[in-house]
């Protein structure tokens, strides 16, 4: 079946250092991919998508490209703040542009934790 | 603008009682719905889902319960809540097709006394 896979964290990083949080996954056809934000209380706010091979989907700083040869989604932000600590999840809708009801599928997250 | 009520934020209720969770969608038609558990730690665990008014999917045998009576409103519910329901819960919503994500809502901070 469909799956995601995150890097293990928590990830720990002083500020204006780069990130990248990998993301692979696993999926037939063609499916469409997106990071999730959470911070502390609060809901999963979508950071970015991509919904084909080699797009590149970019919000505040961050980006991923989607990667069908390496099937990987992999989060980058070149110097990050100490506002970008929260949980980070990678996620994939398998069956993108077809009859699908749209249900996505998870990693576990990814805890960045950013010092000043 | 499309926006996703979820209420209340916070609860605490004694082991046994019942539970009733809401969320509400305003600004589109006919949406997906979804109810998301974030236990200890920080994996979500798909609970629900909807496609349709009175049509609930379940994804894993819970002592849970949801209900969708009008198009936009999806409801979580229990009749006797176990220490083990204790959570975050989200609610979420989808275009019924194509290649786009899901909008949360804020979540319920439940625990089970």
């Known amino acids: 079946g469909d799956s995601v896979t995150q890097m293990e964290g928590p990830v720990t990083l002083s500020e204006e250092a780069f990130l990248t949080i990998n993301c692979t996954y696993t999926?037939?056809?063609?499916?469409?991919l997106f990071w999730y934000v959470q911070y502390p209380g609060e809901g999963l706010q979508l950071l970015l998508k991509a919904t084909k091979a080699d797009d590149k989907g970019s919000n505040k700083g961050f980006e991923a490209t989607y990667r069908k040869e390496t099937t990987s989604f992999h989060l980058e932000k070149g110097s990050v703040q100490v506002s970008d600590s929260a949980v980070y999840f990678c996620a994939l809708n398998p069956n993108a542009g077809g009859t699908s009801y749209g249900k996505l599928t998870f990693g576990q997250g990814t805890i960045l934790t950013v010092h000043p | 603008s499309q926006t996703i009520h979820q209420w209340p934020a916070t609860l605490v209720q004694p082991v046994g009682s019942p539970l009733s969770l809401e969320c509400t969608v305003e600004?589109?038609?006919?949406?997906?719905l979804y109810w998301y558990r974030q236990a200890a730690g920080r994996g979500l665990q798909l609970l629900f889902y909807?496609?349709?008014?009175?049509?609930i999917s379940s994804e894993v045998p819970q002592n849970l319960s949801a209900s969708r009576p009008q198009d936009r409103q999806f409801i979580l519910s229990s009749k006797k809540l176990l220490l083990s329901d204790s959570g975050f819960y989200l609610c979420?919503?989808?275009?019924?097709?194509?290649?786009?994500?899901?909008?949360f809502g804020s979540g319920t901070r439940l625990t089970v006394v």
């Open positions: 999926a037939t056809g063609y499916p469409s």
């Open positions: 979420a919503w989808s275009v019924q097709l194509g290649s786009y994500g899901y909008t």
């Open positions: 600004g589109t038609s006919n949406p997906n």
């Open positions: 909807s496609v349709g008014i009175g049509q």
